[in-house]
C-alpha cells in the first residue's frame, strides 16, 4: 500500500517569491511520483514526474522536483512564482513495479498555492 | 486530438437515485481509471480497467460499479445515491495499465440532494 504526505494545506506568496510544496510518500514497493496541477473547476493537469534516471525532474513552465529516495520526499519548488501559478497541487504515487498489482495512484490531500501581488 | 472527455459536466441527483457518468479515453488509450475527489481533498481510486477487464477496485461500497466498451469508453454507475456520494467523478486515461502518464477529463460534479 502506498501514502502521500504534504504538510502544508495552504501556501500563501507574493509574485517573484520562491516556493516549495513539501511531499513525503510511503511504500512497500518502488514507485513512480507525479505533481499534478488543477486550477478551480477543472481537471488535473500533469505537471511533472518521476519515473527512473535523474533525480531531478523540470517542467515547461519553470517548476522542479527532485526525488529524494532516503527522504522519501518528492519536493515542488519554482524560484520565481506568477500569479497565474495560484491553484491546488497535488502529489501522487504509483506502484512501479509489474507484479500484477493495483497501479492506482495514490494523491495527497493537496496543496493550495496563493500567489498574492 | 480530443483529450479525455467526460459526461455530463454537472448533475444532481435525489437520495436513493441512480446515477451514470460517462468516459472517452484518449484515441489508443487502453486504459481507464475513475476517481472520486470530495471537496477539499485529494482524488481518490474507485476503480481501473485496462482492456475491459477490472484491474483494481478501490474501498468504495458495492453501490459502484462500472464497465469498459469495446472502443474502449467506460461507465461508472451508482447506485442508492447518499448525500456523501456528493463530490467531483474524475477519468483518467492511459495507454497501458501502469500510470507512467495518466491524463484527467475535466470531472463531473455530481451534487446529491
Known amino acids: 500500500a502506498q501514502s502521500v504526505t504534504q504538510l502544508d494545506s495552504q501556501v500563501p506568496v507574493f509574485e517573484e517569491a520562491p516556493v516549495e510544496l513539501r511531499c513525503n510518500y510511503s511504500s512497500s514497493v518502488s514507485v513512480y511520483l507525479f505533481w499534478y496541477v488543477q486550477y478551480p473547476n477543472q481537471g488535473l493537469q500533469l505537471l511533472l514526474k518521476?519515473?527512473?534516471?535523474?533525480?531531478l525532474v523540470e517542467s515547461i513552465n519553470g517548476f522542479e522536483a527532485e526525488f529524494n529516495k532516503s527522504q522519501t520526499s518528492f519536493h515542488l519548488r519554482k524560484p520565481s512564482v506568477h500569479i497565474s501559478d495560484t491553484a491546488e497541487y497535488f502529489c501522487?504515487?504509483?506502484?512501479?513495479?509489474?507484479?500484477?498489482?493495483?497501479?492506482?495512484?495514490?494523491f495527497g490531500k493537496g496543496t493550495l498555492l496563493t500567489v498574492n501581488p | 486530438d480530443a483529450g479525455v472527455t467526460q459526461s455530463p459536466t454537472h448533475l444532481i441527483k435525489t437520495r436513493g437515485q441512480h446515477v451514470t457518468l460517462r468516459c472517452s479515453p484518449i484515441s489508443g488509450h487502453k486504459s481507464v481509471s475513475w476517481y472520486q475527489q470530495v471537496l477539499g481533498q485529494g482524488p481518490q481510486f474507485i476503480f481501473q480497467y485496462y482492456e475491459k477487464e477490472e484491474r483494481g477496485r478501490g474501498n468504495f461500497p458495492d453501490r459502484f460499479s462500472a464497465r469498459q466498451f469495446p472502443n474502449y469508453s467506460s461507465e461508472l454507475n451508482v447506485n442508492a445515491l447518499l448525500l456523501g456520494d456528493s463530490a467531483l467523478y474524475l477519468c483518467?486515461?492511459?495507454?497501458?495499465?501502469?500510470?507512467?502518464?495518466?491524463?484527467f477529463g475535466q470531472g463531473t460534479r455530481l451534487t446529491v440532494v
Open positions: 518521476y519515473l527512473s534516471g535523474s533525480t
Open positions: 501522487a504515487v504509483s506502484p512501479s513495479n509489474s507484479g500484477g498489482s493495483n497501479y492506482k495512484l495514490t
Open positions: 483518467a486515461s492511459s495507454q497501458g495499465q501502469m500510470n507512467t502518464e495518466a491524463f
